[in-house]
Protein backbone atom coordinates (compact mmCIF):
# COMPACT_ATOMS: atom_id res chain seq x y z
CA UNK A 1 0.00 0.00 0.00
CA UNK A 2 1.45 3.54 -0.79
CA UNK A 3 2.59 5.64 1.91
CA UNK A 4 -0.06 8.75 1.25
CA UNK A 5 1.72 10.77 4.17
CA UNK A 6 4.88 11.41 2.02
CA UNK A 7 3.86 15.01 1.31
CA UNK A 8 5.52 15.31 -1.89
CA UNK A 9 4.41 11.70 -3.45
CA UNK A 10 1.07 13.14 -2.14
CA UNK A 11 1.23 16.22 -4.29
CA UNK A 12 2.14 14.47 -7.31
CA UNK A 13 -0.53 11.82 -7.50
CA UNK A 14 -2.76 14.87 -7.13
CA UNK A 15 -1.65 17.14 -9.20
CA UNK A 16 -1.58 14.30 -11.72
CA UNK A 17 -5.61 13.27 -10.34
CA UNK A 18 -6.77 16.93 -11.74
CA UNK A 19 -5.09 16.67 -14.74
CA UNK A 20 -7.04 13.49 -15.43
CA UNK A 21 -9.94 15.16 -13.88
CA UNK A 22 -9.63 18.80 -16.06
CA UNK A 23 -9.24 16.49 -19.39
CA UNK A 24 -12.45 14.52 -18.39
CA UNK A 25 -14.34 17.63 -17.58
CA UNK A 26 -13.52 19.43 -21.13
CA UNK A 27 -14.15 16.55 -22.68
CA UNK A 28 -18.07 15.65 -21.13
CA UNK A 29 -18.32 19.58 -21.77
CA UNK A 30 -17.33 19.20 -25.33
CA UNK A 31 -19.33 16.11 -26.07
CA UNK A 32 -22.22 16.11 -23.88
CA UNK A 33 -24.95 14.92 -26.63
CA UNK A 34 -28.09 12.87 -25.66
CA UNK A 35 -26.29 9.63 -27.35
CA UNK A 36 -23.36 10.09 -24.99
CA UNK A 37 -25.51 10.68 -21.97
CA UNK A 38 -27.20 7.93 -21.93
CA UNK A 39 -24.04 5.35 -22.31
CA UNK A 40 -22.23 7.36 -19.55
CA UNK A 41 -25.08 6.83 -17.43
CA UNK A 42 -24.77 3.02 -18.20
CA UNK A 43 -21.06 3.16 -17.65
CA UNK A 44 -21.66 4.68 -14.49
CA UNK A 45 -24.18 1.89 -12.98
CA UNK A 46 -22.13 -0.73 -13.58
CA UNK A 47 -19.46 -1.95 -11.55
CA UNK A 48 -15.64 -1.97 -12.91
CA UNK A 49 -16.09 -5.82 -12.69
CA UNK A 50 -18.89 -5.68 -15.66
CA UNK A 51 -18.07 -3.39 -17.27
CA UNK A 52 -16.62 -4.38 -21.33
CA UNK A 53 -13.20 -4.97 -21.48
CA UNK A 54 -12.84 -1.74 -23.61
CA UNK A 55 -13.59 0.21 -20.59
CA UNK A 56 -11.78 -1.26 -18.17
CA UNK A 57 -8.79 -0.46 -20.55
CA UNK A 58 -9.62 3.22 -20.54
CA UNK A 59 -9.83 3.06 -16.37
CA UNK A 60 -6.43 0.99 -16.41
CA UNK A 61 -5.29 3.65 -18.68
CA UNK A 62 -6.12 6.59 -15.60
CA UNK A 63 -4.26 4.01 -13.37
CA UNK A 64 -1.19 4.05 -15.17
CA UNK A 65 -1.04 7.49 -15.69
CA UNK A 66 -1.43 8.11 -11.93
CA UNK A 67 1.23 5.62 -11.03
CA UNK A 68 3.35 7.13 -13.70
CA UNK A 69 4.26 9.63 -10.77
CA UNK A 70 5.46 6.96 -8.17
CA UNK A 71 9.00 6.29 -8.20
CA UNK A 72 10.01 3.01 -9.17
CA UNK A 73 11.59 1.92 -6.29
CA UNK A 74 8.69 3.37 -3.89
CA UNK A 75 7.34 -0.13 -3.70
CA UNK A 76 10.67 -1.11 -2.94
CA UNK A 77 11.00 0.38 0.41
Not at 44 to 56: G, M
Amino acid sequence: MLNIDNTDLMEKIADKVHEIWAEWYTHQRDNSTPKNIKRWERQASQSYADLPEFDKEKDRQIVRRVLAVVPEDYFDK
